[in-house]
């Protein structure tokens, strides 16, 4: 039985019930007339958005009460910022999505933005078209990012990798063994690409992709795309 056929497992499973029904979005910012149209329109094409908030506080305590697939987040929030709280969710439940929506194209921001865990970075003058299609980009797990900014962060992916990595102790374990198909798409991911753009060059399905990608981070014991492409660079597979 090749790998593409071979029984998911049980967080795969786990991941294909939830993305049967509606995609559960929750959307977080202190705008009241912002917040509420972007949760208007997401509702209107078919999301299921299961709670709002206007602070960090309250969105860490919403987004752990309904256990959203996607959180829709503001980074300036009062009580705690939209960073911290993403830092804090997806510490919590590494299969949150968290797409950042602000008014700032900061490159710091961004950039801290995705080393706290977030999926993906939008910007609040994108249009509803493309909100929908980023919400949904981000639901199966695909970076999304508004335009300019997929290489600033892959650049950052580069300088992190170029910083000396600590020592390993003698008694640390051997790194686990990848199979040939997850080396290859962690490899592609590495470059850059989209789960979509894997699975055409590929030949294999987006689901395909994505589990290959989940049971990497899985061995490698990471925890999101930023380290994972850290540890690819690192072994100069972006190279290859």
């Known amino acids: 039985m090749s790998e593409e056929q071979a029984e998911p497992r049980v967080d ?3 991941d294909e019930e939830r993305t049967a029904g509606p995609i559960r979005v929750m959307v977080v910012d202190d705008h009241p007339m912002w917040r509420d149209a972007v ?10 958005v299961v709670a709002t908030a206007g602070d960090g506080e309250q969105a860490v305590r919403r987004a752990g009460a309904v256990g959203p697939d996607v959180l829709v987040l503001d980074l300036n929030l009062p009580a705690k910022p939209g960073v911290q709280v993403c830092k804090e969710l997806v510490g919590a439940n590494p299969r949150l999505r968290v797409l950042v929506l602000s008014a700032s194209g900061e490159h710091a921001d961004v950039l801290e933005a995705v080393k706290s865990g977030a ?4 910007l609040k003058s994108a249009s509803t078209a493309e909100l929908i299609d980023a919400v949904r ?3 199966v797990g695909d970076p999304v990012f508004t335009p300019g900014l997929a ?12 910083e000396p990595a600590p020592a390993a102790g003698a008694d640390e374990p051997k790194a686990p063994q990848l199979t040939e198909r997850e080396t290859e798409v962690l490899r592609l991911v590495a470059k850059g690409l989209s ?6 060059r590929l030949v294999i399905s987006h689901r395909t992709v994505q589990n290959h990608v989940q049971n990497t981070l899985g061995k490698l014991q990471l925890h999101n795309r930023v380290e994972l492409v850290r540890y690819a660079i690192e072994r100069g597979l972006d190279d290859a």
């Open 137 to 139: 980009r981000t639901a």
């Open 195 to 200: 789960y979509k753009q894997i699975a055409e």
């Open 119 to 122: 999926t993906g970075y939008l």
């Open 151 to 162: 290489g600033l962060v892959l650049g950052e992916y580069r300088r992190l990798a170029s």
């Open 39 to 48: 949760a208007r329109d997401l509702a209107e094409a078919g999301f299921d």
């Open 12 to 14: 795969q499973q786990v």
